[in-house]
């Protein structure tokens, strides 16, 4: 899911720039945007042979994290959801960000004597939000979205994949073992993976059988029908994140006998 659409085997040519700006904090953003524009800046102004050896290490850096994006725009490469063949780039170009936070805590020092007190509060501020929301929402701390991606993460699960992983799935089953004491339980996994069973004890997992036929449970993480309204019985344990579920468990209730 991107941008409201289903892309599978139809990778756009943003696809990778556009989750790198939605799933970074705005104030990365902002100091990668600084970096980058400081650092083109000087590079026209500056032509003396000094300056790019001292520079040397940010040049090399800013290569190997922007280069690998370039490369995949231009031979049209297919990605995995959540732009996850891309992750080795965010080391590379947060050391752009960190250059962007120098420039502009310089600029800061050159404005105010207090210039401590400003830059930290600055770090605090663009540092806050990220920070609760990895302890607020742990161990889902990468399912983040910025402003870019929605202001409300139910409008967010419509345009994009949320809990790519299924690590929620576990939850949902780690409720059903723990709340159903039947020795063969049916579970359907509506549109997800039920891989996440293989981290539970042997002898929960071993109680689980997964079928598409006359479930007793159905689990829900919204990974390829996000606007398919399904729900097959009751909510009875689910997974929340800001406004919306990222994982729903339903018990399904039995289909009574047909008269004789």
């Known amino acids: 899911m991107y941008m409201v ?6 990778i756009t040519w943003h696809y990778s720039i556009v989750w790198f700006s939605i799933s970074s904090p705005i104030f990365y953003l902002v ?11 000087k590079t026209i102004k500056t032509r003396i042979r000094a300056h790019f050896q001292s520079m040397r ?7 190997c994290g922007i280069l690998p994006i ?3 725009i231009l031979v049209k490469s297919n990605l995995y959801a959540d732009n996850r063949q891309m992750y080795f780039c965010y080391p590379l170009l947060l050391l752009i960000s ?3 936070c120098k420039v502009l805590f310089e600029k800061i020092k050159e404005k105010t004597i207090r210039w401590q ?9 663009g540092l806050a939000y990220p920070v609760y929301f990895m302890v607020r929402y742990h161990p889902y701390q990468y399912d983040y979205f910025n402003f870019l991606a929605g202001t409300k993460m139910s409008d ?11 690590l929620s799935l576990k939850q949902g089953l780690e409720f059903i073992v723990k709340t159903d004491a039947d020795q063969r339980i049916l579970v359907q996994v509506y549109d997800g993976l039920p891989y996440a069973y293989n981290i539970l004890p042997k002898s929960d997992s071993d109680r689980l059988v997964f079928t598409n036929v006359s479930p007793e449970y159905v689990i829900r993480n919204y990974y390829n029908n996000p606007f398919d309204p399904f729900a097959p019985g009751k909510k009875v344990y689910s997974v929340k994140m800001g406004d919306t579920d990222i994982v729903t468990v339903f018990k399904v209730d039995p289909t009574p006998n047909p008269l004789p």
Not at 5 to 10: R, V
Not at 156 to 166: A, E, M, P, S, V
């Open 5 to 10: 659409k289903n892309i599978e085997n139809h």
């Open 156 to 166: 967010i699960k419509k345009r994009y994949t949320l809990d790519f992983w299924g």
């Open 117 to 125: 007190i400003w830059a930290g509060a600055l770090l605090v501020l």
């Open 57 to 63: 290490d940010l040049y090399l850096a800013g290569t």
């Open 70 to 72: 370039i490369i995949v």
């Open 31 to 41: 100091l990668f945007i600084i970096g980058i524009a400081t650092l083109i800046y």
């Open 98 to 100: 960190l250059y962007g």
